[in-house]
């Protein structure tokens, strides 16, 4: 019962998001300066040229009656077609999402993998004591959460592609060329993530509750897994939308660096050559993704701490 | 004070317990020098002001001290088990079984993400070996002497579900799925209303009487422990001032900080036209009334 409204609630609210992401999105294209027509047209095709390319494309058609026809085609699954190529804006994506969707996954897992595990950690190394420990992990995470992500990634490829030639500087047909960028995008979120968990994990090791289960002598792993866990893992989850939407953000950007044929680097030639569907179609797309995930986020979130599914509706 | 060391009536000896924070010689200890028994089946009671080193001794006595604070005393021996000496390993089924703690505030001391059947059972299934279905039934029976309704539908429900009162007993049950000979109680009525608060208090007496678990019960009130108390430990400034029988208490205390506390405290017989003492330094000399003592 009270799972069926938690998840009627989150659906409706999904749905209205989704909804606002496709307005946005295609306001967004109509309304920025620029003419399509005459971009499809050529530089110096005749006024004549340019009408014909504005009526194929139904941009003489009324804005509402553009709108229409854009979800409808969403429903139908057709994003529009290139400009630039011609071929299907969905063609476009199929072919450029793989290296994208590699990094999003290699970088979401080493987020996980090494900013949880740390954060914990280092909440128990503060509360035994060891205080010049506590100095050294605010200081670096500090300092490795507020460097951009772009920074971080020139770093990366001057220091171990160039430099010491360890791994690939560039491509996206390898694995290894995906662990720098992965790396690059992942550093930052990872090391927000840890001094959340700690500032969280220190919360929770002083709590009543915990003390209640030291009073019980369970094992330490134990005490740690069933006690202290679940609940500092509820930090990092409702960090996880707003991780992941800053992860595909520097994805767009760390594509660039490492010139990796992905939906970043399309997305930015898109834009420079005016190439309105697809622009559109990743934007639509992204947005889709880091909305899908945040709804994720909270239905996990409901059930390891059942409370939050009160509190959110 | 008086206890006879050789009595194996005795269920709890601390003898010169002080407690002081770690690396911090200037600050005097919290707790200095305190010496109390309990015998077995008893229930004493420890008062005094806010601050007066109540929960630190029952931290101290459980080996729940926070971190940062340390301990010494000659000897604190519980149930035949040394706590100074021993190491957590020796002490762990000891300490997580026979010692009960029932704390102040019942809606933080569960834990907010997980059901109350899976914090009932893992003392007894790590403890005592037993299976799960055992444990749960033990958990549902532990509940009934609690008098909570509907046991079995408790279990798999999360803490946020219940009130305040059916917190604090389900917590009490808790601590008796190990069959304690100590059941160790800091404030556990301040968090509630009036009402409940004397409901549980009626339960920790009763499961006294039926289970021979014996109690020691902080509070401030000590009108509330007079109606519950063997014998009232008094506590002033992290020493005990005085240990009397409550026959005794009611007589008339000796010590006048003892008597302070006692006029401090509103009751049916107080006469509500007349301000309340209050104890606070210059309104109650403490120390000046004890040198004229
Ligand atoms: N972790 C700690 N570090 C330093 N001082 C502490 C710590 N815990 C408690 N104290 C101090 O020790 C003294 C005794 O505290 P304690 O909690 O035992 O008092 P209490 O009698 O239980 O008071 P209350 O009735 O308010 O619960 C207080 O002065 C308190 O400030
Ligand atoms: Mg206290």
Redesign the interface.
């Known amino acids: 019962m009270k799972w069926r409204r938690f998840l009627v609630s989150r659906f409706v609210r999904l749905a209205f998001v989704l909804v606002a992401i496709t307005t946005l999105t295609f306001l967004m294209m109509h309304l920025a300066p620029g003419d399509p027509a005459r971009l499809v047209a050529g530089m110096d095709a005749d006024e004549q040229a340019v009408q014909i390319a504005r009526e194929r494309l139904g941009l003489d058609q009324p804005m509402y009656q553009q709108f229409l026809d854009y979800v409808g085609g969403l429903f139908r699954g057709d994003l529009g077609t290139s400009f630039a190529t011609n071929q299907p804006v969905t063609e476009e994506i199929a072919q450029k999402i793989g290296p994208t969707a590699q990094l999003a996954v290699l970088g979401m897992a080493l987020i996980l993998l090494v900013g949880l595990p740390m954060g914990i950690i280092g909440a128990v190394l503060t509360?035994?004591?060891h205080r010049w420990f506590e100095i050294a992990f605010s200081g670096s995470t500090g300092a490795m959460a507020s460097i951009p992500q772009y920074l971080i990634a020139t770093f990366l490829a001057f220091l171990f592609a160039v430099t010491w030639q360890l791994l690939p500087v560039a491509g996206s047909g390898s694995i290894e060329a995906a662990i720098l960028p992965a790396v690059a995008i992942a550093v930052r979120p990872a090391a927000s993530i840890a001094r959340l968990v700690r500032v969280r994990t220190l919360e929770v090791l002083?709590?009543?509750?915990?003390?209640?289960?030291?009073?019980?002598?369970?094992?330490t792993r134990?005490l740690y897994l069933?006690?202290v866990f679940?609940?500092s893992i509820?930090t990092m989850l409702a960090m996880g939308g707003v991780t992941f939407a800053s992860l595909i953000g520097g994805a767009v950007i760390v594509e660039q660096v490492f010139a990796r044929l992905g939906l970043g680097t399309t997305l930015v030639h898109s834009v420079l050559v005016g190439d309105y569907p697809v622009v559109q179609g990743i934007v639509l797309l992204l947005g889709f993704a880091v909305v899908l995930v945040n709804a994720l986020v909270d239905v996990i979130l409901g059930i390891?701490?059942?409370?939050t599914m009160?509190a959110g509706r | 004070m008086n206890a006879d060391p050789v009595s194996n009536d005795i269920l709890l000896d601390v003898r010169n317990l002080s407690i002081s924070v770690e690396n911090r010689d200037e600050i005097p200890p919290l707790v200095r020098n305190v010496s109390f028994h309990l015998n077995r089946g008893e229930i004493v009671g420890i008062v005094g002001e806010s601050g007066s080193g109540k929960t630190l001794t029952s931290l101290a006595v459980s080996r729940l001290l926070p971190q940062g604070l340390s301990m010494s005393a000659d000897r604190i021996d519980f149930d035949g088990h040394d706590l100074v000496g021993g190491s957590d390993r020796e002490l762990r089924t000891v300490l997580g079984t026979n010692l009960a703690m029932v704390f102040q505030d019942p809606m933080q001391s569960l834990n907010p993400a997980r059901k109350i059947g899976a914090q009932m059972i893992e003392t007894v299934r790590e403890h005592r070996g037993l299976s799960k279905k055992e444990a749960r039934a033990l958990a549902i029976r532990s509940l009934e002497d609690v008098h909570i309704t509907e046991p079995a539908k408790r279990l798999k429900q999360y803490p946020h579900e219940l009130s305040g009162g059916m917190r604090q007993r389900t917590m009490i049950a808790m601590g008796l799925m190990g069959e304690p000979s100590l059941i160790l109680a800091d404030e556990p009525t301040t968090a509630l209303d009036v009402t409940v608060q004397a409901q549980v208090m009626q339960l920790l007496c009763d499961l006294n009487d039926r289970k021979g678990s014996a109690v020691l019960l902080i509070s401030h009130n000590i009108s509330l422990l007079s109606e519950v108390c063997d014998r009232i430990i008094v506590m002033f400034r992290g020493e005990i001032v005085e240990d009397l029988t409550t026959a005794k208490l009611l007589a008339g205390p000796d010590h006048p900080y003892t008597q302070g506390l006692i006029r401090a405290v509103p009751d049916l017989n107080t006469d509500r036209g007349v301000d309340l003492v209050t104890i606070e330094d210059g309104q109650f000399d403490v120390e000046r009334e004890m040198n004229h003592a």
């Open positions: 509360r035994n004591g002083e709590s009543p509750y915990v003390r209640t289960a030291r009073s019980k002598r369970l094992p134990k069933a006690h679940p609940n509820t390891v701490d059942p409370r009160e």
